[in-house]
Antibody, heavy 118, light 108 residues
Framework: EVQLVQSGAEVKKPGESLKISCKISGYNLMNYWIAWVRQMPGKGLEWMGLIYPNDFDTRYSLSFQGQVTISIDKSINTAYLQWSSLKSSDSAIYYC???????????WGQGTLVTVSP | SYVLTQSPSVSVAPGKTAMITCGGDSIGTRDVNWYQQKPGRAPVLVIYSDTGRPSGIPERFSGSNSGNTATLTISRVEAGDEADYYCHLWHSRSDHDVFGPGTTVTVL
């Protein structure tokens, strides 16, 4: 069974760093892109970027380029999304999903709520 | 960048048909996917590559795509279909995935 299990909710202060995770199981990690999608409170889905585990090829939306880093640790089948300096506007739910880059997002994590508040 | 448009909301009576549209320049030449998102839940893929239906998705959900409009059709609408629906495609020229702004379906 394909599963993407994300790390738990986080509460941070502006300027702090953060790394959230997405543990992947149930299929060959190398064959599919893994994407990150943001959903701000009451708003729609925004594609942030994705990574191809086979060769670490990583693409970012222009809106998120330089603001976040997407990475993956193939040894433990886990993808990451990280910030070096959070802003209040980063408060949102973040989803990891399998697919993208010409493939549908067919499996999703349950989402990680990030709250950034002074 | 490539922009997708969707009507903000659609209201439909139970048992009737809901049509949710997604507009984009020559979208008919691209593969469009659709997702259903219920409150507090992760999105679920309901249609892929314009017309494909993943395992477990009812036949009541169907898709089409031509010209500048892709359409998700929900036949015999049920109360449980009330949700936000998003279209999505991969824009090859920019090498980016793109989501539409979403349509809220309300069952009367």
């Amino acid at each position: 069974e394909v599963q993407l299990v994300q790390s738990g909710a986080e509460v941070k202060k502006p300027g702090e760093s953060l790394k959230i995770s997405c543990k992947i199981s149930g299929y060959n990690l190398m064959n599919y892109w893994i994407a990150w999608v943001r959903q701000m409170p009451g708003k729609g889905l925004e594609w942030m970027g994705l990574i191809y585990p086979n060769d670490f090829d990583t693409r970012y939306s222009l809106s998120f380029q330089g603001q976040v880093t997407i990475s993956i640790d193939k040894s433990i089948n886990t993808a990451y999304l990280q910030w070096s300096s959070l802003k209040s506007s980063d408060s949102a739910i973040y989803y990891c999903a399998r697919g993208g880059n010409s493939s549908p997002f067919d499996y999703w994590g349950q989402g990680t709520l990030v709250t950034v508040s002074p | 960048s490539y922009v997708l448009t969707q009507s903000p909301s659609v209201s439909v009576a139970p048992g009737k048909t809901a049509m949710i549209t997604c507009g984009g320049d020559s979208i008919g030449t691209r593969d469009v996917n659709w997702y259903q998102q219920k409150p507090g839940r992760a999105p679920v893929l309901v249609i892929y590559s314009d017309t494909g239906r993943p395992s477990g998705i009812p036949e009541r959900f169907s898709g089409s795509n031509s010209g500048n409009t892709a359409t998700l059709t929900i036949s015999r609408v049920e109360a449980g279909d009330e949700a936000d629906y998003y279209c999505h495609l991969w824009h090859s020229r920019s090498d980016h995935d793109v989501f539409g702004p979403g349509t809220t379906v309300t069952v009367l």
